[in-house]
């Protein structure tokens, strides 16, 4: 009998599988590390074909675990921007995957900038002009990797999001579709029309034969034929920021969802129209479901679990993350200490992409407790950062709802409260990707009407936090934040 939903999830830093219930449960999950490659400072890259066999191998262990003749669907969530380039006719990766992280292409950006293309490119897509988008990267592929031109210039060329290369090698082929999610975050669609934009690929210098057809993230979305030895459909799929907001219920305007994993991303649900925001925030697209299209205000923190990940293995101050919510307990202040881990520059609402990250206000009583508790409320004040933003842009959600490896912290999930003034809420399953992409499969395969009639039987709260401090000493945490940041940018505190 199918009675389970296979999700991949494939992220930045691993890969995963999970099998869930129709009632949410998580019946088998598998997961696997990717391998990050940083060729130059600002440049990080992946292996695409690394991607693909540990994705599959994840889902091919779950399959086996819960039997592949249980499985009713397929849905997918991915992490968004990064471009593979591959063979149409083989399949294979014709080079390095680039990844969302990288600055490569932010001179190309800048360059874009002064000839006065930013208003033009936000009024069509929402997004503003940085190296984070894939635009720039698919350009910079073709113009400077010999394969992947050789491929261009025989027509054999694809370029997308991960989730267009999993598809095509999910479906051997049959399948060269994104989903509206994805494609909304590559400067190349147009975001009130759902399509891929002549005047934005010219623009960019990307051909319209290189990228896939942009699909709904619901219904039937093509068949996967190599799992567990039979064609099972695949019926949903969307961006992991997307999915989260889909797997956090964001269902009403003005709901808002930040999760925390190698980045940060908020986002919140604007109702049917395209957004537009005046303070440096993304307009996006929520999903794009049969009968319903919702669109969403993103802020995007570029630095979040990745930051702890170097407290452990660059500085070698912990030995598993887990270590990090004693060590900020075992110190009532960070002693002045104020970190921006803008290793990758800083996104919302700054978009500075040449700015690196700095610890400041270090003293002689600074010790490695300090150092680690100072990391973790670089995530409650960059998230304060952007929920700053989305109020000056007429949204101000009475309660904030957290997911991601990260909010497992107990002490995170309460500074968060404490640093943005705000309750905030976690749910049961914190790696609510996996399970927004579940909900869009069910909904896709029938199993259930709607989303809220997925989420109202797949998604429980766990628990709820309050905020503690003060509002007068939440504001000079505030004021010590944006004097760290003006440091890095040059603007006045």
């Known amino acids: 009998m199918s009675q389970h939903i296979l999700v991949i999830d494939e992220g930045t830093t691993s890969t995963r599988a999970v099998a869930f219930t129709p009632e949410g449960r998580i019946a088998g999950e598998a997961n696997a590390p990717l391998t990050q490659g940083f060729p130059r400072s600002g440049w990080v890259e992946h292996d695409a ?35 593979v380039f591959w063979d149409r006719e083989t399949g294979e990766p014709l080079s390095p995957a680039i990844v969302w992280q990288d600055r490569r292409t932010a001179e190309r950006c800048a360059a874009l900038k002064g000839a006065g293309c930013e208003p033009f490119v936000q009024a069509r897509t929402g997004l503003l002009l940085d190296p984070y988008f894939s635009a720039t990267k698919i350009a910079w592929g073709a113009d400077n990797w010999p394969e992947v031109r050789r491929a261009a210039d025989k027509d054999r060329l694809a370029a997308g999001t991960v989730d267009a290369y999993l598809r095509y090698r999910l479906s051997r082929g049959e399948t060269f579709e994104t989903d509206a999610t994805n494609a909304a975050r590559t400067l190349l669609m147009d975001l009130a029309g759902l399509h891929w934009s002549d005047d934005l ?44 907001a889909i797997g956090q219920a964001c269902f009403s305007p003005g709901a808002v969802k930040s999760t925390y994993g190698t980045g940060a991303f908020l986002i919140a649900n604007a109702g ?62 960070t002693e002045g200490a104020m970190f921006v881990p803008a290793f990758a520059g800083l996104g919302a609402p700054y978009w500075e992409p040449d700015v690196r990250g700095a610890i400041t206000g270090l003293s002689g009583a600074t010790g490695k407790a300090h150092i680690v508790r100072a990391c973790l409320e670089a995530m409650g004040n960059q998230t304060a950062d952007v929920l700053e933003a989305m109020a000056a842009d007429g949204v101000e959600p009475g309660v904030l709802k957290i997911d991601g ?3 497992a912290n107990d002490w995170l999930c309460q500074d968060l409260a404490d640093a943005c003034g705000v309750e905030v809420e976690r749910p049961e399953i914190i790696e609510t990707t996996a399970l927004g992409a579940a909900m869009l499969a069910a909904v896709g395969a029938g199993l259930y009407a709607s989303l809220e009639e997925a989420a109202a039987a797949m998604r429980r709260v766990d628990r709820r936090f309050e905020p503690r401090i003060s509002a007068d000493r939440r504001g000079e945490r505030r004021q010590s934040w944006r004097r760290a940041i003006s440091v890095l940018t040059g603007a006045a505190a």
């Open 405 to 407: 490896g990260m909010v």
């Open 272 to 333: 049917a129209e395209p957004p537009s925001s005046e303070h440096r925030l993304l307009a996006t697209l929520g999903w794009d479901v049969p009968g319903e299209s919702v669109y969403a205000l993103e802020g995007s923190i570029f630095v979040a679990g990745s930051a702890v990940q170097w407290l452990r293995d660059q500085l070698g101050l912990i030995a598993a993350a887990a270590e990090t919510e004693a060590l900020a307990r075992s110190v009532e202040t």
């Open 201 to 244: 690929c010219d623009l960019f210098d990307v051909s319209r034969g290189w990228i896939p057809f942009i699909g709904k993230n619901a219904g039937h979305l093509g068949d996967c034929v190599v799992i567990g030895g039979r064609t099972i459909p695949m019926t949903g799929a969307a961006g992991d920021q997307q999915a989260a």
């Open 49 to 83: 074909a690394e991607i693909w066999e540990r994705s599959l191998a994840c889902a091919q262990e779950v399959a086996g675990a819960v039997g592949a003749d249980s499985i009713a669907a397929l849905g997918l969530t991915n992490q968004r921007e990064t471009v």
